[in-house]
T-cell receptor, first 116, second 111 residues
Framework: EAGVTQFPSHSVIEKGQTVTLRCDPI?????LYWYRRVMGKEIKFLLH????????ESGMPNNRFLAERTGGTYSTLKVQPAELEDSGVYFC??????????????FGPGTRLLVL | GNSVTQMEGPVTLSEEAFLTINCTYT??????LFWYVQYPGEGLQLLLK?????DKGSNKGFEATYRKETTSFHLEKGSVQVSDSAVYFC??????????FGAGTRLFVKA
């Protein structure tokens, strides 16, 4: 069974440009999450989809970030325009259990974003 | 609010040494606790978890016990191997879907 995949693995862009990150969850997983780790700090929650609906987007830093999950399959996270402080590693995770709590979240390898 | 604090790294050990990575948490209610590991070039993997007080999670020789009285979930392994070199993250979840992570501890194991 394929795991969570993310594309691209690395992205280097200039301040003011736009970048779109993609996440393909494990097939059949209704829950999809985005997290971000900035410069060796803790991994922070960004948002959570259940199928195509945003369940919790309390961690989205500002309106330069837009996440979508059309059709409830893969998800994209767009940063427009990118700022220097957006640099970091963006992780995607998916899970099957809709009850929450101790369900296992399966993580992708992350996208390393560097904004110059 | 909810938070996780873990010891800063990096931690450097020789092969077969004993490992402890400290983790303490602050949470409302009764969280589930996790240790995740990120090997070089790979994504995060769930290493072990515990869902209630006094539970012990274990996997691949690693153990951690959920201590409610000290709000701790320290990770231990009796004899580390070079292949254990990775970044280890302590985390909690309070019954919702959001997972709160610590800053991570990088472990280097020398042959």
């Amino acid at each position: 069974e394929a795991g969570v995949t993310q594309f691209p693995s690395h992205s280097v862009i200039e301040k003011g440009q736009t970048v779109t990150l993609r996440c393909d969850p494990i097939s059949g997983h209704d829950n999809l999450y985005w997290y971000r780790r900035v410069m060796g700090k803790e991994i922070k929650f960004l948002l959570h989809f259940v199928k195509e609906s945003k369940q919790d987007e309390s961690g989205m830093p500002n309106n330069r970030f837009l996440a979508e999950r059309t059709g409830g399959t893969y998800s994209t996270l767009k940063v427009q325009p990118a700022e220097l402080e957006d640099s970091g590693v963006y992780f995607c995770a998916s899970s099957q259990d809709v009850r929450g709590g101790a369900e296992t979240q399966y993580f992708g390898p992350g996208t390393r974003l560097l904004v110059l | 609010g909810n938070s996780v604090t873990q010891m800063e790294g990096p931690v450097t050990l020789s092969e077969e040494a004993f490992l402890t990575i400290n983790c303490t948490y602050t949470a409302t209610g009764y969280p589930s606790l996790f240790w995740y590991v990120q090997y070089p070039g790979e994504g995060l993997q769930l290493l072990l978890k515990a869902t209630k007080a006094d539970d012990k999670g274990s996997n691949k020789g690693f153990e951690a016990t959920y201590r409610k009285e000290t709000t701790s979930f320290h990770l231990e392994k009796g004899s580390v191997q070079v292949s254990d070199s990775a970044v280890y993250f302590c985390a909690l979840s309070t019954g919702g879907f959001k997972t709160i992570f610590g800053a991570g501890t990088r472990l280097f194991v020398k042959a």
